[in-house]
Each structure stands twice: as structure tokens, then as C-alpha cells.
């Protein structure tokens, strides 16, 4: 409440704000005593004036001015709340913040300048926009000195090279850092030759590939009912050898006719070689003995296919003579984590090391042989080596080997390594 010289204040005729505040125990509630804080209106203007230049009144329950009232006409356009009242004399515009007090009816009203109102949000925007271009422009000093950084390498190459071009014509035994970066720049050229020169090496045996299977599969119909002819004929005449025989050709052919696989699994590939085999061994009968050393795992192991008949084809072809009566072959396929490790092993009379001198130069030559220069240069065994040596380096690269030894009237050996 508002009261005039409180009689505690001696000598002292000033009018003061006072606030009071009853005191009452907290375990039995009885009233304890009343504490008063008394301010001076001027002590509260100059609190006030610290903090804004705008208009404040303070009114009591009579609407009597106890601070302020040097805009009465604005204070008594303020009805409510957060409203906005304009000088007429000026034109400037307020905003009206307005508080009651429910007990003691005292009433605070506050008009707040539109200027000084979004001083603060003009100030924060113009920081804002002075911030954004102070980034940009650290963003865009980063990105040219990012951009010269990445780029001078190349720049410094391109510069060094049509550098030297014109120098070498004039120099062409300098052997400095400029003649070094040209013969790796030829290097990379002959690279790309070679790269080109080979895709279009596999892409002409593709189509001469896919031409030869068309050509075997012009009428397989007529193979299959001509041989199922014979062997009915055969069976008639009790010729049951000749039988089995016919029987297992036509499981050869129709093997051989299955041209759109480029791999096939282990287990498919030993069921065909052994189809071979038995063919064969008809034909030699105990003159032949091939036994197989197989682990399970390796029956799902994908490898090229027709890799392992070639080679039993080579021993019989090249192991069994006039000082051979009975030719042995042992093949071994093992796993040894995610390496396949096939060998073909005979007893027969292995190979002269002239000879093998020229298949070790076909097999591991810097460059892939050609088809037609293997024809002229090696007989039909060393060409199914070739090949089967060039479909590994096709398909799996230097994650495939191939690799050859003979001892003359002890034997052959073929290993073949490929990692998955």
C-alpha cells in the first residue's frame, strides 16, 4: 500500500511505497509477525531509468498516479493487454504492457516505443547477415584454396608433359624427370593397346566360340537317334560292350552340347570325365587304371569346364606306348581353405625337357598366346593345355596357376591351383 510518512521514519515527511508480507509459524500456523519493505518512488524511478527510457506508471485503486504520468493521454488509451496505441502529436506507435494486482489493486502499465521494440531484432538481424557473408566468404577462400590444392598435381603433369614434348625434339637423350614421366606416359599408352588388343582378342573368340557351339547344335536329334540305332542293333546281336559304349558316347555328346555354361560345378565335371574313362577303358581295358582322390567339399567348387578330361586325354594320348603296357593315372582334388588344388598324375613316358622348355614358354608367356599361333608352333596336347591355361587367366587371373613337370619314362604331372 501507499503510505505517507511512516512513523518510523523520523524527521522525515517523504511518501513511500510499502510491501508487507505476514509471517505465520509453519507447524501450527499462528501469525509470528508481519515483515514491510518500504521503497521510495524515486528510488524505484531511478531503477527504472536504468533499464528503459520508455513510459512506466504505476496507479493505485483509485486510478491516482503513484509513478510516472507523463503521458496520461497514452496510459488512458491502454484498456488491455499487449495492444497498441499510437501518438497522435508524433505518430509513433506503442505497445501497452498492463498488469492489475488483484489484492491490493495497485495497477503497472509500461508503453513500450515500436522503434525501441525492434531495435534488438534489427541488431540481431544485421548480425545474422553479417555473419552469413563473413562464412561465405571463409567458405569460398576454403573451396579456391581446396580446389588449387587438388588441382596442382594435375595441372603440374599437364604442364610437365606438353613440356617435354616440345624439349624432346630437340633433346631426345636427356634422361631427366621430364623424360622419366614420358616413358611412363608412353607405358600407359602401350597398356591401353595391349588392354584394347586383348578385349578384342576375347570378343573374336567369343563369336567363333558361339559359331562352333550353333554349328555342333544344328541337329542333335539326329546324333542321339542315330546312336540309340546302333546300340539297339548292338543289343540284338548280343554285343553288350559295344553297348555300353554307344551308351556312354551319347552321355559324352550331350555333355558337350551344353555350350551356354562357361562354369560348371566339380562334381558335374568328374561325372563326365569318368564318363570319358569308361569309354576308354573299354578300348584299352587293364591296359588303363584311373583312380580318383576326391574330398566331398570340393564337389561344389564352380571351375571352368572340360579341365580335367584334357588332361587324362594327354596321358592317354602322350603316356601310353610300346615301352607302357599298363598306364596309371591318379587324380587328387583337395581344399585347402579357399584354394582348389587339382592334380593329374601319370606313369607314362613324360615329356623331354626341349619339349617342355616350349609348353612352359606357351603356358607362361608375358602375353596370352593366340589360338593360331599355339596351333603352329605345339601338337594337339600342348594346345589343350594352352587352353585350358587361357580360360583360367580369362576367369580368374593371377588367382589361378597351372603348372607342368615330366621326368622322360617316369611321367607327367599337371597342377592346377584356382582361389575362390
Request: negative net charge; glycine residues 4%; contains cysteine.
Amino acid at each position: 500500500y501507499y503510505d505517507k510518512a511512516p512513523i518510523y521514519y523520523k524527521n522525515n515527511n517523504k511518501e513511500y511505497l510499502s510491501f508487507l508480507r505476514l509471517l505465520r509459524d509453519p507447524d501450527n500456523q499462528k501469525e509470528l509477525g508481519v515483515i514491510r519493505i518500504d521503497f521510495s518512488p524515486s528510488y524505484i524511478s531511478e531503477i527504472i531509468d536504468q533499464f528503459s527510457n520508455d513510459y512506466l506508471q504505476i496507479t493505485n485503486f483509485n486510478n491516482e498516479p503513484l509513478l510516472g504520468g507523463q503521458a496520461d493521454d497514452l496510459f488512458s488509451s491502454c484498456h488491455s493487454n499487449n495492444s497498441w496505441v499510437k501518438d497522435e502529436e508524433t505518430g509513433k506507435e506503442y505497445i501497452c504492457v498492463t498488469h492489475t494486482s488483484n489484492k491490493t489493486g495497485f495497477k503497472i502499465s509500461s508503453l513500450i516505443s515500436k522503434d525501441h521494440l525492434y531495435k534488438d531484432v534489427r541488431d540481431f538481424d544485421r548480425f545474422i547477415y553479417i555473419l552469413i557473408g563473413v562464412c561465405l566468404l571463409f567458405s569460398l577462400l576454403i573451396s579456391y584454396y581446396m580446389a588449387n590444392y587438388l588441382l596442382r598435381p594435375l595441372y603440374l603433369l599437364k604442364n610437365r608433359i606438353q613440356f617435354f614434348q616440345t624439349k624432346s625434339q630437340s633433346s631426345p637423350q636427356s634422361m631427366d624427370e621430364f623424360a622419366e614421366l614420358a616413358v611412363a606416359y608412353d607405358g600407359m599408352l602401350s597398356e591401353i593397346d595391349y588392354l584394347v588388343e586383348e578385349v578384342y582378342e576375347i570378343t573374336k573368340q567369343n563369336a567363333e566360340a558361339e559359331f562352333k557351339a550353333l554349328q555342333s547344335q544344328m541337329d542333335p536329334h539326329f546324333i542321339f537317334n542315330t546312336l540309340e540305332s546302333i546300340n539297339m542293333k548292338a543289343i540284338s546281336n548280343d554285343q553288350y560292350e559295344l553297348s555300353d559304349m554307344i551308351v556312354e558316347l551319347g552321355k559324352l555328346i550331350r555333355f558337350r552340347l551344353r555350350n551356354e555354361e562357361q562354369q560348371i560345378l566339380l562334381g558335374e565335371e568328374i561325372t563326365f570325365t569318368k564318363t570319358y574313362v569308361n569309354i576308354m577303358k573299354n578300348r584299352l581295358e587293364d591296359a588303363l587304371e584311373v583312380d580318383w582322390d576326391v574330398e566331398d567339399e570340393v564337389l561344389e567348387f564352380p571351375v571352368p569346364k572340360y579341365i580335367i578330361q584334357p588332361l587324362i586325354e594327354n596321358s592317354i594320348m602322350h603316356g601310353y606306348g610300346d615301352n607302357i603296357q599298363s598306364l596309371k593315372v591318379l587324380i587328387t582334388i583337395r581344399r585347402d581353405q579357399q584354394t582348389l588344388k587339382l592334380t593329374v598324375k601319370d606313369n607314362g613316358s613324360g615329356i623331354t625337357d626341349e619339349r617342355l622348355l616350349k609348353i612352359e614358354e606357351a603356358l607362361h608367356g608375358v602375353h596370352l598366346p593366340k589360338v593360331e599361333e599355339t596351333k603352329k608352333k605345339n601338337n594337339r596336347g600342348s594346345i589343350a593345355l594352352v587352353n585350358i591355361n587361357r580360360r583360367l587367366q580369362l576367369i580368374y587371373g593371377i588367382n589361378s596357376r597351372l603348372h607342368i613337370s615330366s621326368i622322360t619314362g617316369i611321367g607327367t604331372m599337371v597342377d592346377i591351383e584356382i582361389k575362390k
